[in-house]
């Protein structure tokens, strides 16, 4: 199978850091870290804000709708109430330095990722440059809201419904997007320093068991991702400036090329969940960088979760 190459349309443009997009209830909902905002917006519209706090990153939703926030420095997870304001959902600031994506089950059960600075550690590999490798050290550049280091001690945190939450995974250098494919029983995690996406059996009581390497990814650096119905998990590869389908295993099935941004993160939504969402922005060290969102249509709808 030849690797096949799509062009993307714009969606929405002109912010300084969007991250975390989910498609819900008809909107894409996305984080604006930079902003301080959350906001949404509907195809062929504009965006609207929807709760204002200070860095947010992760979103997700309970069963009953209502959206969660992860507070990227603060380190809190937030729920915002039908008045519209944010209410302290869990405390996770004994986990990390800072927290950063999250994915929420069909039960209400969040994951959420946090880290610290770690050890020096042998960098990882370098881009293979075959998709417009970004200039420079991707781990100088690389905004992990803790400055420069190479090396960051991460871990999974499950949150319950009542705000109870636990590690459920560690020592990972360092976990950042995550996903729980359509059986429920199975979550995916990038693990970008190391360029890796990573898979974990769910257990009842929300452990996470039997760590394994879904596919290797290396010099990419794995950001957001999000999963098909085939089985497929797009990847924002920040570290060669593009999005790619990848196959259990490893195989790259799609590339889509975003030449000088860093590729963020991904959304499968739309009315049949066909329309691919892609956050790209340009580097942190360009003054006034700007962060947009564009689109394409795919031919497997999103499923499982987010």
Known sequence: MALQHLQPQPFLGDFRFAEGPRWHGGWLWFSEIEGDRVMR?????SAEIVAELSSPSGLGFL???SLLVVGMRDRKLYRLQGNGKLQVHADLSEHGSILNDMVVGPDGRAYVDAYRAGPP??????PD???YP????IDRHYLNGLGTSPSLSGSIIAVEMDGSHKVVAAN????????????????????SHVSKLLAFDIDADGTLANPRTWADMPGRHPDGICVDSDGGIWVACLAISAFQRVLEGGFITH???TPGLWSVAPALGGDDRRTLFLVSMEPVEQPDHRSSITCVQVAAPGAGWP
């Open 172 to 191: 990972l250098n360092y976990p950042n997007g995550l996903a729980i494919m359509p059986d429920g029983r199975t979550l995916i995690a990038s693990i």
């Open 41 to 45: 917006a509907r195809p062929g519209g």
């Open 63 to 65: 069963p009953d709708g």
């Open 255 to 257: 590339n889509i090329a």
């Open 134 to 137: 970004v200039a420079g050290d």
């Open 121 to 126: 550690v042998e960098a990882p590999a370098a």
């Open 129 to 131: 440059g075959l998709y």
